[in-house]
């Protein structure tokens, strides 16, 4: 986003001034927080560390108690790696001693948000999914020797596993990894449920990534290697297996459990970085309930502040503005909070969690779900909303965590009134499940639900979703100069707040269904 900004801001004040409606007020938010002088945002930043205190001053114009540990702000220490790419290298040798280079950037790339060993020399050997899944009786470890060496995996799982069970387990993948012995892994993801081409994709990879300091809250501690290959580019690293990318991709696509092997390549890698310390803030806020019960519960109202920051050009820009990831979420908690502030009519707490270091891998979040400003136990639900899409009509929201929980209820209910239809994730291979900060509270036991502005599988909104994904999303162009269906907006801001006041106002606590998976973490 470039000179146009001044234009677009004195036009926003000037719609702002005519007219008061949601939109306008909406919008003015996403304005103050993803124009370029916030360079996009990044966890740890000046401008991230700006656009959390213009969160904590609406938080108190709307009449919001401090809820952190330092007044509005909950301060977390991070570690943040950059990758020196040319000090570091990846090779595959063969069995007979001849070095084959991979070329980093075009082939595959590593990824820091693991603490990567300086150097490492280890056997290659795929698995599959990489999954052990004992509720779905799947192992694709069983019978499998990975001690000591790199699992190579491509993502994603057999179709008759449940999308939510099979994202979750996706998520820990390294937890059993560990327990097996392995040292690192080699990621392939399945096109089908990328996001981002790998071409525009690859140039994240000289984006720092960032770690929660303290070790008891690092989920990938103990992985020496982790690397992102390309699909297109795969082969090279099945030489000499007996196997092809190609055949293995079809038997996934087919939604099959996949064959495992040993492949006669060693894996030889060296990882250059540069890394420093970093601090970055949650904000939040409490509406007090009314109840003298029911008060002492809260409900959670997540979104992220933080977007990628200042990146690799892509059309002479290089400002990742994050307008609608996730300036957009943070625009519908403030505005959630003025109304329902001047309300007030909330029987329990309502607690408005603006996260950073979400696209670090939702650490925020974990942070703030594991050391929490109120009793653990007291924590109801999580309701989230992260880049929610305003760019049709709003006549359907799609819904993470849908089939976790009996929220499903409460948003029925005050859905069906408006005409607004309900649906399940239409794309459960993308994962959103574990994606976004409610994922965090899951977790930990909560209930939770994240809202999108809705659409059905290979309608026209659909494509409207993919081809900004495609362009948009975690690129430049989430600038304020994109097209945005404002009346969508507003609409999806109005049962964002009737959404919050009906969990808030429930005869009973959320519960878990009875078959969810989840219900185990429960507190
Ligand atoms: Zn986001």
Redesign the pocket.
């Given at each position: 986003m470039k000179c146009i900004l001044l234009a677009l801001v004195l036009l926003s004040t000037v719609t702002l001034r005519a007219a008061d409606e949601p939109a306008a007020k909406w919008w003015a938010h996403i304005v103050f927080l993803a124009n370029d002088s916030m360079n996009g945002r990044d966890t740890g930043s000046p401008e991230h560390r700006k656009a959390a205190e213009y969160i904590a001053a609406e938080f108190k114009k709307a009449g919001l108690e401090p809820g952190g540990t330092n007044g509005y702000f909950q301060p977390i220490k991070f570690r943040s790696r950059k990758i020196v790419e040319e000090k570091s290298s990846l090779s595959l040798v063969t069995a007979g001693g001849v070095v084959e280079p991979v070329v980093l950037g075009e082939e595959a790339t590593f990824s820091m948000r693991i603490e990567p060993a300086a150097s490492v020399e280890a056997p290659i050997v795929f698995a599959g999914y990489g999954l052990q899944i004992p509720e779905a009786k799947h192992d694709d470890l069983a019978g499998l020797d990975v001690k000591g060496k790199i699992v190579m995996l491509l993502t994603g799982g057999p179709s008759t596993i449940p999308g939510p069970l099979l994202a979750h387990y996706q998520s820990i993948r390294w937890q059993y990894l560990k327990k097996a012995g392995a040292l690192g892994t080699f990621s392939i993801q399945n096109p089908k449920g990328q996001d981002i081409p790998w071409d525009r994709s690859k140039l994240s990879r000289f984006m720092p990534a960032v770690a929660i300091a303290d070790p008891a809250l690092d989920e990938t501690l103990g992985q020496q290697v982790a690397v992102t290959i390309n699909a297109a580019k795969a082969d090279k690293f099945f030489t000499g297996s007996g196997h092809s990318f190609k055949e293995l991709l079809a038997l996934s696509n087919d939604g099959k459990v996949l064959p495992r092997f040993t492949v006669p390549l060693t894996a030889r890698v060296k990882v250059a970085i540069d890394a420093k310390a970093l601090e970055s803030d949650n904000v939040i806020g409490i509406l007090r309930g009314t109840d003298p019960t029911l008060k002492a519960e809260y409900v959670m109202i997540s979104a992220?502040i933080d977007h990628v920051g200042v990146g690799e050009p892509i059309n002479g820009d290089r400002i990742y503005n994050g307008a609608m990831?996730?300036a957009s979420g943070i625009a519908t908690l403030i505005e959630t909070a003025s109304a329902l502030a001047a309300n007030h009519t909330n029987q329990r707490s309502i607690v408005f969690v603006a996260v950073t270091a979400?696209e670090k891998g939702l650490l925020g979040s974990r942070y703030f779900a594991n050391r929490p400003t109120m009793p653990a136990r007291s924590i109801v639900a999580d309701l989230n909303t992260?880049?929610f899409l305003p760019l049709f009509p709003l006549k359907s929201l799609v819904v993470q965590g849908l089939e976790e929980s009996d929220l499903a209820n409460d948003l029925k209910r005050v859905a069906r009134p408006l005409g607004i239809e309900v649906l399940s994730d239409p794309e459960p291979e993308r994962n959103a499940f574990i994606r976004?900060d409610q994922y965090s509270f899951i977790k930990t036991g909560v209930p939770a639900l994240s809202l999108k502005v809705g659409f059905v599988k290979n309608s026209a909104e659909h494509e409207i979703v993919k081809r900004w994904r495609t362009e948009r999303y975690h690129a430049p162009s989430d600038d304020l100069a994109q097209p945005i269906d404002r009346k969508a907006a507003e609409d999806f801001g109005q049962i964002y707040v009737l959404l919050v006041e009906a969990v808030a106002n429930r005869a009973t606590r959320p519960a878990w269904n009875e078959n969810s998976f989840f219900k185990r973490f429960a507190r």
């Amino acid at each position: 986003m470039k000179c146009i900004l001044l234009a677009l801001v004195l036009l926003s004040t000037v719609t702002l001034r005519a007219a008061d409606e949601p939109a306008a007020k909406w919008w003015a938010h996403i304005v103050f927080l993803a124009n370029d002088s916030m360079n996009g945002r990044d966890t740890g930043s000046p401008e991230h560390r700006k656009a959390a205190e213009y969160i904590a001053a609406e938080f108190k114009k709307a009449g919001l108690e401090p809820g952190g540990t330092n007044g509005y702000f909950q301060p977390i220490k991070f570690r943040s790696r950059k990758i020196v790419e040319e000090k570091s290298s990846l090779s595959l040798v063969t069995a007979g001693g001849v070095v084959e280079p991979v070329v980093l950037g075009e082939e595959a790339t590593f990824s820091m948000r693991i603490e990567p060993a300086a150097s490492v020399e280890a056997p290659i050997v795929f698995a599959g999914y990489g999954l052990q899944i004992p509720e779905a009786k799947h192992d694709d470890l069983a019978g499998l020797d990975v001690k000591g060496k790199i699992v190579m995996l491509l993502t994603g799982g057999p179709s008759t596993i449940p999308g939510p069970l099979l994202a979750h387990y996706q998520s820990i993948r390294w937890q059993y990894l560990k327990k097996a012995g392995a040292l690192g892994t080699f990621s392939i993801q399945n096109p089908k449920g990328q996001d981002i081409p790998w071409d525009r994709s690859k140039l994240s990879r000289f984006m720092p990534a960032v770690a929660i300091a303290d070790p008891a809250l690092d989920e990938t501690l103990g992985q020496q290697v982790a690397v992102t290959i390309n699909a297109a580019k795969a082969d090279k690293f099945f030489t000499g297996s007996g196997h092809s990318f190609k055949e293995l991709l079809a038997l996934s696509n087919d939604g099959k459990v996949l064959p495992r092997f040993t492949v006669p390549l060693t894996a030889r890698v060296k990882v250059a970085i540069d890394a420093k310390a970093l601090e970055s803030d949650n904000v939040i806020g409490i509406l007090r309930g009314t109840d003298p019960t029911l008060k002492a519960e809260y409900v959670m109202i997540s979104a992220h502040i933080d977007h990628v920051g200042v990146g690799e050009p892509i059309n002479g820009d290089r400002i990742y503005n994050g307008a609608m990831d996730n300036a957009s979420g943070i625009a519908t908690l403030i505005e959630t909070a003025s109304a329902l502030a001047a309300n007030h009519t909330n029987q329990r707490s309502i607690v408005f969690v603006a996260v950073t270091a979400e696209e670090k891998g939702l650490l925020g979040s974990r942070y703030f779900a594991n050391r929490p400003t109120m009793p653990a136990r007291s924590i109801v639900a999580d309701l989230n909303t992260d880049m929610f899409l305003p760019l049709f009509p709003l006549k359907s929201l799609v819904v993470q965590g849908l089939e976790e929980s009996d929220l499903a209820n409460d948003l029925k209910r005050v859905a069906r009134p408006l005409g607004i239809e309900v649906l399940s994730d239409p794309e459960p291979e993308r994962n959103a499940f574990i994606r976004s900060d409610q994922y965090s509270f899951i977790k930990t036991g909560v209930p939770a639900l994240s809202l999108k502005v809705g659409f059905v599988k290979n309608s026209a909104e659909h494509e409207i979703v993919k081809r900004w994904r495609t362009e948009r999303y975690h690129a430049p162009s989430d600038d304020l100069a994109q097209p945005i269906d404002r009346k969508a907006a507003e609409d999806f801001g109005q049962i964002y707040v009737l959404l919050v006041e009906a969990v808030a106002n429930r005869a009973t606590r959320p519960a878990w269904n009875e078959n969810s998976f989840f219900k185990r973490f429960a507190r």
